[in-house]
Each structure stands twice: as C-alpha cells, then as structure tokens.
C-alpha cells in the first residue's frame, strides 16, 4: 500500500487502531486530531510515530469548521472518516443542537474537504447498527427477524435516542452528499457494540456503559436479560482496510458476531480473568426485578421493553465474502477488552 491514506479522530479508539493497522500494511498514513497540544491523548499516535519513522502525520481538524480538513486531504487517495462527535446519553439536554446538528454538520464538512481533494477516490466512513436499528423490538420486525444491511433506523428521534437519530441522518446525509458525484465512491461500515484492547488512554462509549457497569460490580447479585451484537475493534480496523482496498467493496457493511451474547454469558467468560471475580454475576436477574431496579442504573422501563429477552441472528455475510472478515472468538475479545479495561485503570 502506497498511496497516503487519511484517518479521521485518529486518537480514538476505532481510529488509533486503525491507524496501527495501516502502518503496519505499509501505507504511509495521516491523521487528524482536535489538538496537537494534548499530549496524554496523543501518547498512543506518538509512540506510533516513533516505531514507524517518517510514516505518520499528525494534523489539527475540527468537525466544526469548513475546510478544516483541506490540508490533510491534500495528496490522499483514501479517507477513512472514523471521527463523531459524541456525548454520553445523560449529559444530552438539546438532541438537535449537541447531537444532530454537529453530527451532520461534520459529514458535511470532511465530504466537503473531499470534494476539494482531486486525488481522493474512496471514502470508508463509520457509522453503526445504531443507524439500522433504534431498539432490539425493531429487528423483529426484520425480514426472518435477522439484523440486515437492508434497512434503516425508523424508530429513533430527537425525544427517543437522540444519538441513533444522529447515527440515521449523519450516514443519510453522507449517502445523499456522495450519489451527487461520480468521482469517489462511498463505503460505510455499521458495527455493532466494538470491545477489545484499546491504543487510547480513554475510550468513551455509551454502547459501553451496561458492560462498564458489570465490570464494575453493579449487577453483582444478577444480570438482566440483555444480549449484545459485538465486534472486534480490531476487525472494525481490518474492515476499513479491505473496503478501500478491494475496488468491488460497495454500499453498507455490519460489523458484528453472526450470533448475539447475553451479559450471563460475558460474565462467566470475564470471570476466569477478572480480578475480583465475585464482582460478576453468577445467575440472570428475574425480568420483574429488572423492570423495578432498573431506573436506579438508569435503564428506562421502555429500554427494558423494547430489549429484555431479545435475541436475534446477524446477517455479516457481506462482511466476510466480500471484506474477508474472519471473525475472532468473542473469548478473545473479551479477555483483551477486560484487560485494557484493568491497565487502564490501574486494577
């Protein structure tokens, strides 16, 4: 790989990996960040640098400003847009002003940056299921009740899951912004809940925060009955790789495990490594008890509803036959997400 590829958000934790796999493939590499000033953020990238010498660049960006990816787009051939802004569900008071608008407003302006980058051909953008589905009830509703690429999130709004709504319009608006053209081409990748080791210092996820809660101990006397689609952050990475390489990669491709796993099912393989083992739950809490304690962990009874005791399959064929995913044991996943969790944290 020999034309210079350009990661959005490069210090977070889709992207720092994402970068790491670039370099090693060889590809000379630029990356942007909000400020080259923070230096705690921006140990991963360095340490980067320093193993791949003269191979990475690292550039200021803002998703806010027009034309503020320009220079880093200058000479590339590929971008990969990985950066969203991105607010934990309860600090969003305004969905439309903190959410939408800027989640919009940042597609907008690095296709805008593409638009202005003769060179660039390929964009692989990251999205999320979020954007194909707003609630678990909704995928049965799914032809053969099997989450698919087919369909779009019609379930989520300003009031009801601001940031899926964000998800929905960011990714129409880059769909819309790329049928325009006919000189680059568009590929998005929709992964599900992304766990494994991470390069960032920190990495914030909402989609986090029920596995976070368990590492914790807070559902030490019981876990409800939820289950999770998962992907490997560093098939995520591999993901992007293959959809700017391969010339047929097209239209959208879900990231995740064919089969779902329940949080019973993540404890009992965390609890061979967890420090504190006894923190994890041993059985699965009755879904009346849940319904009744689950505001205190700050599920609400309609989250409960709509995602209580729903399994469902995932159709990632296209990622496999046409990316070459091949899918890593959740176990692996797993171990090595605890265990960044734990150095992260000084456990």
Sequence with gaps: MSEAALVTGGSGFVASQLIKQLLEDGAPTRATVRSLADEAKLKPLRALQAQYPGRLTLLEADLMAPGSFDAAMDGCAVVHHVASPFLLPETIKDGRRQVVEPAIAGTQNVLGSV???????????????????????DVMKMANRTLSEAYFNTTSTLANNPYHYAKVEAEKEAWRIAEAQDRWRLVVVNPGMILGPSLAPTSQSGSLTLLDQMLKGHFLFGAPDVSLTTVDVREVARAHIEAARRPAARGRYILAAASMISLLEVAAILRKVHRRPWLLPRRQMPNFVIRLAGPLFGLSRDYLDKHLGVRFA???RRSVEELGIVYRPIEETLIDHYRSWAEQRGE
């Design 115 to 137: 638009a202005r980058a003769p060179r660039v051909t390929r964009v692989v953008a990251t999205s999320s299921v979020g954007a194909i589905f707003g609630d678990y009830a």
């Design 314 to 316: 995932v159709d990632n």
